[in-house]
């Protein structure tokens, strides 16, 4: 089973499509709470930016967005694995 972590979170693989919903995720709440904490040296005074809230509110923001990619991704590719088929 480890490799499929591997797999899916180092080397951002996936195979199937529950894999795909999970990798793409997993992915946006790491970018986004890393572009979360791009904002922290610019100002201590206002309540949003101080630690960890921005970096909190990044990760969920890019999970949320990522999922909704995810299934579009997912979607597109069923799609495609079903005209596969009929070829």
Known sequence: KSEAWIRLFARSSPE????????????GAILGAWLGA???????????????NSCVMGAIYGYAV??????????????????????
Do not use: F, M
């Open 16 to 27: 199937s499509l529950p894999e795909i919903a999970v990798c793409i995720p997993g992915h």
């Open 38 to 52: 791009w904002v922290i040296p610019l100002d201590w005074d206002r309540p949003w930016q101080v630690w960890p």
């Open 66 to 87: 990522a999922s909704v990619l995810s299934c579009i991704v997912s979607a597109l590719y069923s799609n495609n694995k079903k005209k596969v088929k009929e070829t």
